[in-house]
């Protein structure tokens, strides 16, 4: 099985970064958001900083990943992606192997989506339903119209003291975080925990060597 490489390749990548990236930032003290509302203004700001001047271009590309990536980790829970993605393996880990696999797992997600976001700007979202599961667990369903074909989106939420975040997208209805989980229980069947945070610092190094390839052609 090629490691953790379904979801990274896929062009659809695009929403998942929709769930990562509400606002946040008013002077005065926001109203708590609805699910839908979350991932509405998270699609609009991020539409804002993809087409804004002063983010575009060679010249700005760091400032715009870096902005990307800041978005990101204060509105996306990786920490919690990072468990549900180890599933009850989480247990063969020590805190301190598990806050290491936390931090790279997550560099891996977000130099993912940032090497390819930038490519599918240009898909069209509709937003669909909201549906509260519990009275701190929802779903969004959206519809998104890329190349001129229609895929469904969902988005599951939970809600962390005032705020929903996200933690896992259905593309098709195929969980993102299940397909994380089937991976890491084969690679947890035969390797260790201290082996997983190698192959998945191995896989860090590979994505920069692939970027820095790419740049330097590109230059």
Do not use: H
């Not at 996306?76 to 290491?100: C, P, Q």
């Amino acid at each position: 099985m090629s490691f953790l490489k379904t979801y990274i390749s896929t062009p659809l990548l695009v929403l998942l970064i929709v769930i990562m990236t509400t606002t946040g930032t008013c002077l005065a003290a926001p109203q708590p958001q609805s699910p839908m509302e979350v991932i509405q203004s998270a699609y609009n700001e991020l539409i804002t900083v993809l087409n804004d001047p002063a983010y575009q271009g060679e010249a700005a590309k760091e400032k715009r990943r870096q902005k990307i990536t800041e978005l990101a980790k204060r509105i996306f829970d990786f920490r919690k992606i990072s468990l549900l993605a180890l599933g009850k393996n989480v247990r063969k880990f020590t805190k301190a192997e598990f806050n290491e696999f936390s931090e790279i797992f997550s560099q891996l997600l977000e130099n993912s989506y940032i090497a390819k976001i930038e490519t599918y700007k240009d898909a069209k979202v509709k937003f669909d339903k909201e549906r509260l599961l519990t009275p701190r667990k929802a779903i969004v369903e959206t519809i998104v119209t890329y190349n001129n074909k229609e895929i469904p989106i969902t988005y599951r939420l939970y809600k962390k003291g005032d705020t929903w975040r996200g933690y896992d997208v259905l593309v098709e209805g195929i969980s993102l975080i299940k397909n994380y989980r089937t991976q890491f229980n084969e690679l947890m069947s035969r390797e260790k925990p201290a082996d997983v945070i190698k192959l998945v610092k191995r896989k860090l190094e590979e994505q920069s060597d692939i970027q820095a390839s790419k740049e330097q052609k590109q230059g």
